[in-house]
């Protein structure tokens, strides 16, 4: 086989062409590596193409009323070429200064419908939350790729003060 394509299995096959993403550099190839930024998630077979964590979730806001916050968002403008798209949402309670020393995780104290991991749709409602508080959410878009080569979290945030009495 020629650079660019591989043939998995020897024998009298065809060549196969390198899966997006993906090159090989060698005469005799047997798998085609990932290109610089892109991956295989650890189920993926070596046929498919390989991919990148998604982007950060876009237009994000918040709606508030007496019982409830509803956190909405647009998915990512790049999947990263996946369709095992999910997104997580994290939380800090802040204190009035709103300084990040002053800051503590809150998901515990918190409930979160349906959750508040591996979310499928783009919104959340999240209840039980303290009056007069400021709290800063994290939405992460994830991927199977996601982690992979060291990458930035693509996170979008969005703080919100309670002031309901």
Same mark, same amino acid.
């Not at 798209?85 to 300084?99: D, H, K, P, V």
């Not at 790729?145 to 969005?158: A, D, E, Y």
């Given at each position: 086989?020629?650079?660019?394509?591989?043939?998995?299995?020897?024998?009298?096959?065809?060549? +196969?062409?390198?899966?997006?993403? &993906? %090159?090989?550099?060698?005469?005799?190839?047997?798998?085609?590596?990932?290109?610089?930024?892109?991956? !295989? #998630? #650890?189920? /993926?077979? +070596?046929?498919? #193409?390989?991919?990148?964590?998604?982007?950060?979730?876009?237009?994000?806001? %918040?709606?508030?009323?007496?019982?409830?916050?509803?956190?909405?968002?647009?998915?990512?403008?790049? +999947?990263?070429?996946?369709? /095992?798209?999910?997104?997580?949402?994290?939380?800090? !309670?802040?204190?009035? %200064?709103? @300084?990040?020393?002053?800051?503590?995780?809150?998901? &515990? /104290?918190? @409930?979160?419908?349906?959750?508040?991991?591996?979310?499928?749709? $783009?919104?959340?409602?999240?209840? /039980?939350?303290?009056?007069? $508080?400021?709290?800063?959410?994290? *939405?992460?878009?994830?991927? @199977?790729? +996601?982690?992979?080569?060291?990458?930035? !979290?693509?996170?979008?945030?969005?703080? *919100?003060?309670?002031?309901? $009495?």
């Amino acid at each position: 086989c020629r650079p660019g394509s591989y043939k998995a299995l020897s024998g009298n096959i065809k060549c +196969s062409e390198c899966p997006l993403h &993906s %090159s090989s550099h060698d005469q005799a190839a047997t798998i085609c590596h990932c290109d610089k930024g892109f991956y !295989r #998630a #650890a189920k /993926d077979p +070596s046929t498919v #193409a390989c991919t990148r964590a998604p982007s950060a979730p876009r237009n994000l806001i %918040s709606l508030i009323n007496e019982t409830a916050l509803f956190l909405t968002w647009s998915p990512p403008s790049d +999947s990263g070429g996946r369709m /095992d798209l999910t997104y997580n949402i994290m939380c800090q !309670r802040c204190g009035a %200064s709103g @300084g990040e020393e002053d800051c503590e995780p809150c998901e &515990s /104290d918190l @409930g979160f419908v349906p959750r508040p991991l591996g979310l499928t749709g $783009t919104s959340v409602a999240i209840l /039980d939350f303290a009056t007069h $508080t400021n709290y800063t959410f994290h *939405v992460e878009a994830v991927n @199977g790729v +996601s982690g992979l080569g060291g990458n930035t !979290r693509p996170l979008v945030n969005i703080t *919100v003060t309670t002031d309901q $009495t």
